[in-house]
């Protein structure tokens, strides 16, 4: 007879693995699916091997500039692409092992191969799930199984079965990636050994990072994005005063262009870059990141037969992760944008919530997700952009505040950078807040919490920010937004 449980979770990335020991909490027997390595592509692949790389440009970027802050280095600082490499990997592989031991601290089964869903649950029938051996071998042998890996492949039952299965990089035919000369984060995460020249194709998120990091490792790069701007879904402004900090460490940026072809030689790539104004120019770099972006894993999962509604390659859900089929929820990145770790973790909590029965169980508002960037120098923001806001027909306040005018920031070095609100000018509602510059992420959730608890200008101009820190400039901007700012 199959093994039966509350709740099965397909995928063991931050959505899936914060979703089971959620529902371990509520007292659901949980088991949850994974193929491939615990963590998922944030935790192995992604968000935290990638800031693990940028911590050490962002060291070699400061000691490269000791004389700014009046000290002597003696002798030269240059980067050791193997030592780097090895440092993001060791982080990735501890918190890979820590994952396996939350899952056994809550007393959640670990089920180890492929998922495929082949019935859903009924008033008085559980959901099934079939598992298989693995399509394809785990990528990091060095990341053993989990010791408490207690079921393997077989037939499993559960009323609640939730689709996490997360997403993987986007190709355009003709210019696939072959881990060799054409690189996906996976190749550009752990390079045996640095490319002296690197086209990024792709400016969002995943492709920035990537630039910053191998701009930092004296690599000449250069950025090709199809967009008019670099960083499409973030403030036109902000992105601007970006790419001119981006440019001065030397990066080369297209905009407004396209990669229509790439000529592969022994040891390079030659990309045929065109231009808003139909000129095509050849670009000849040693490698070549693909970063157009991710696209969902629904294949395999069964769910085309069972009807799944699914759009432009996510599954479709309502707030709570439900689909359109009884007892089968989807969470994460397979369940569209924003595609981002924390929404995912969110998303999990409140499908398992909703599935416990708690009352008052708020739907995931994606509105104030906050999204974060962590290129030199780092972007942040949360709700809409000023763009946005005027295309929607709002009447608004937007307030600036400049890290030139801000003590801290001057004296850390920093003053390169800018916070930027967005008011509707009725009703006071913050729509929206966009930063660029140092630290900026760790300070965005300032505006977020904001948002989450319906602050209005009047209790934010009202809050007293420490001084001296960085975090003033959020003040100052909301303040300039009312013309009220009081350093500028």
């Known amino acids: 007879m199959a093994e039966s449980y509350d709740v099965i979770i397909i995928g063991s990335g931050p959505g899936g693995y914060v979703a089971a020991i959620r529902a371990s909490q509520l007292g659901l027997k949980t088991a949850i699916v994974e193929r491939e390595h615990m963590g998922g592509i944030c935790l192995n692949w992604g968000c935290i091997p990638t800031k693990a790389l940028l911590r050490s440009a962002e060291v070699l970027d400061h000691a490269n500039h000791f004389k700014d802050y009046g000290l002597v280095l003696e002798g030269t600082v ?38 495929k869903i082949t019935k859903a ?63 996906t984060y996976f190749e550009a995460l752990k390079p045996d050994v640095l490319p002296k020249s690197l086209i990024v194709m792709g400016s969002g998120a995943i492709g920035i990072e990537f630039a910053s990091f191998y701009r930092s490792m004296g690599v000449d790069v250069t950025v090709v994005e199809v967009m008019p701007t670099i960083m499409p879904v973030e403030d036109a402004e902000v992105t601007a005063i970006a ?49 157009i972006g991710v696209q ?16 432009r390659g996510c599954v479709v859900i309502d707030g ?15 369940a569209g944008p924003p595609m981002l770790a924390h929404k995912a973790e969110h998303e999990g909590v409140v499908c398992v919530e909703k599935i416990a029965g ?28 000023e763009a946005k806001a005027k295309e929607q027909g709002r009447d608004i306040r937007v307030g600036r505040f400049s890290f030139a005018a801000n003590g801290k920031a001057i004296a850390l070095g920093e003053d390169q950078g800018m916070v930027k609100v967005i008011f509707d000018r009725k009703t006071g509602e913050l729509l929206g807040a966009h930063m660029v510059g140092a630290e900026v992420t760790e300070l965005i959730q300032g505006f977020v919490v904001a948002m989450n608890l319906e602050t209005t200008e009047e209790e934010l101009m009202h809050t007293i920010f420490p001084h001296p820190t960085v975090s003033e400039t959020m003040k100052e901007a909301v303040l300039d937004a009312y013309g009220r700012v009081l350093n500028a």
């Open 320 to 334: 709570y992760g439900k689909t359109n089929i009884a007892g089968i929820y989807a969470i994460g990145d397979v």
């Open 243 to 291: 790419r001119k900090q981006l440019e001065k460490r030397g990066l080369k940026i297209f905009t407004s262009a396209k990669v229509t072809k790439v000529d592969k030689a022994t040891d390079s790539v030659t990309a045929h870059v065109e231009t808003a104004d139909g000129k095509v120019q050849q670009i000849t770099a040693d490698r070549l990141i693909s970063a």
């Open 78 to 115: 240059k980067p050791d692409a193997k030592a780097v490499v090895g440092r993001s990997r060791a982080v990735s592989a501890r918190l890979n092992a820590g994952v396996g031991f939350l899952m056994k601290k809550n007393k959640i089964d670990i089920i180890w191969g492929e998922a």
């Open 296 to 311: 969902g894993n629904i294949e395999n999962l069964g769910i085309e037969a069972l009807g799944v509604k699914t759009d």
């Open 121 to 183: 649950s009924t008033g008085t029938q559980a959901g099934e799930i079939v598992v298989g051996k693995p399509s394809k071998p785990v990528v990091e042998p060095q990341h053993p199984l989990p010791k408490n890996v207690k079921s393997g492949e077989g037939t499993y039952t559960a009323k609640h079965i939730i689709i996490a299965t997360g997403a993987r990089p986007r190709a355009l035919p003709g210019i696939e990636p072959d881990g060799k000369l054409i690189w």
């Open 358 to 385: 708690l009352p008052n169980v708020h739907p995931t508002d994606k509105g104030k997700v906050p999204g974060c960037t962590y290129c030199n120098p780092q972007v942040a923001s949360v709700g809409i952009t």
